[in-house]
């Protein structure tokens, strides 16, 4: 039985992870740090924090695994800078609080086409954050790397949902790696990553996420 970390618990494909997290046989605990409140859960630790300031010292950081699916979108953030503070800096500095304090599997919610050379601001982010998560020294590290993402968003974002629209009409001509991946599957992905801790790096593509 393992304590389960899931960091954007509240995201459409965190909320996925969270609730998958708490139903696993496997699992005895999960830690959910949220901005605001969940609904409670016996096997639910849920701190509300500041991410902007987060207390990297508290006890509740010693999990056997983390499941990480924080991001956001340059329209919410507003600007480069604070994209990159959600994408890049707050994914390290939870890999690095739950590292400390013992967490031997870090499972990511990367992006399809993270890269260090993108001209590309979103892809370059992803893979400069895959690179720093490198570089940590995680026991086991799982970088999830799905296209465009399917489910129901409680923020609306029309050119995904436009996107995603031509991409289901036109699936039967597209590579699977372009084809939409539904958000429970890249959470299930992503839980079984960090539960098994295969030791070592491993990189999963979008067409090998079921």
Not at 60 to 73: E, F, K
Not at 177 to 205: F, Q
Request: hydrophobic share 45%.
């Amino acid at each position: 039985m393992k304590t389960v970390m899931v960091a954007g618990a509240t995201g459409l494909v965190g909320s996925h992870a969270l609730r998958q997290a708490l139903a696993h046989p496997q699992v005895a605990r999960v830690v959910a740090p949220t901005r605001r409140a969940l609904p409670s859960h016996p096997k639910l630790l849920n701190p509300v924090v500041d991410f902007e300031r987060l207390p990297e010292q508290a006890e509740w950081w010693a999990v056997n695994a983390v499941v990480c699916t924080i991001g956001t979108t340059m329209k919410a953030a507003g600007s480069r800078e604070a994209f990159y503070r959600v994408d890049h800096d707050l994914p390290l500095r939870v890999a690095q609080c739950a590292l400390r304090q013992g967490a031997q599997a870090f499972a990511f919610n990367s992006a399809l086409g993270a890269d260090l050379r993108s001209r590309v601001f979103y892809s370059r982010t992803k893979g400069e954050v895959e690179r720093d998560l490198l570089a940590l020294g995680y026991p086991s590290l799982t970088l999830v790397r799905p296209g465009l993402i399917g489910g129901d968003r409680l923020e609306q974002r029309p050119l995904e949902r436009l996107s995603i629209g031509l991409t289901q009409a036109l699936r039967p001509l597209l590579p699977a790696r372009w084809r939409v991946v539904p958000a429970e599957a890249i959470a299930r992905t992503l839980l079984e990553a960090a539960l098994v801790a295969t030791p070592g790096v491993r990189v999963v593509m979008s067409e090998d996420i079921a």
